[in-house]
């Protein structure tokens, strides 16, 4: 069991049916009554962020979160097949658990499955990943004002803006926390 005076930053409680990672919190203790700990915390499973006060004595059972390194290996249908690189394990995961990083990985990708009491619930692409661009407007010579981008589709179907240099069939390094152009490969 975990106290809130005892948060930290990154922590994952059991909180009302719910887990819940914290993300930011701050001891208070104004003049007048009793100290409190206000907290900024974040649901893994559906991604809400809420903000929340809390007692320092509060108590919350510590959520155990597993992480497994897998390989994404194809899609059939609305669901995504990944195999576990120690155990030839192959595990089927919805759409709604990988759409986020989905659009980064192409097959035999790597990528970091999350599990909680040995179920699947999210999907992280590597930080960084080169893919191909199969579809983007030329650019224009002379065209060289600064910063001027151009939208680019690579193979896994993502879009994002490129510098007008990008032609078809360059390799891209992205950034997949924030999906954007880092430099060609």
Known sequence: MVTAGDFKKGLTVEWENGI??????QHVKPGKGAAFVRTKIKNIITGAVIERSFNPTD??????????E???LYND????????TETYEQLGLAKEQVEDSIMFMKENTNATVRFYKGAPF???APFFVELEVIHTEPG????TAS?????????????????LFI??????????RVGEYLSRA
């Not at 819940?20 to 919190?25: A, E």
């Not at 108590?59 to 497994?68: D, H, L, V, Y």
């Open 147 to 163: 910063n001027t981008t151009k939208p680019a589709t690579v193979e896994t179907g993502f879009t994002l803006q490129v510098p």
């Open 20 to 25: 819940w990672t914290i993300v930011d919190f």
């Open 77 to 84: 249908g609305d669901l995504y097949y990944f195999m576990d």
């Open 70 to 72: 897998m390989q994404y």
């Open 140 to 143: 224009f010579k002379g065209d």
């Open 167 to 176: 032609e078809i069939g360059d390799k891209l390094k992205i950034d997949t």
């Open 59 to 68: 108590k919350m059972p510590k959520a155990i979160i597993e992480t497994k």
């Open 122 to 124: 999210s999907v992280e």
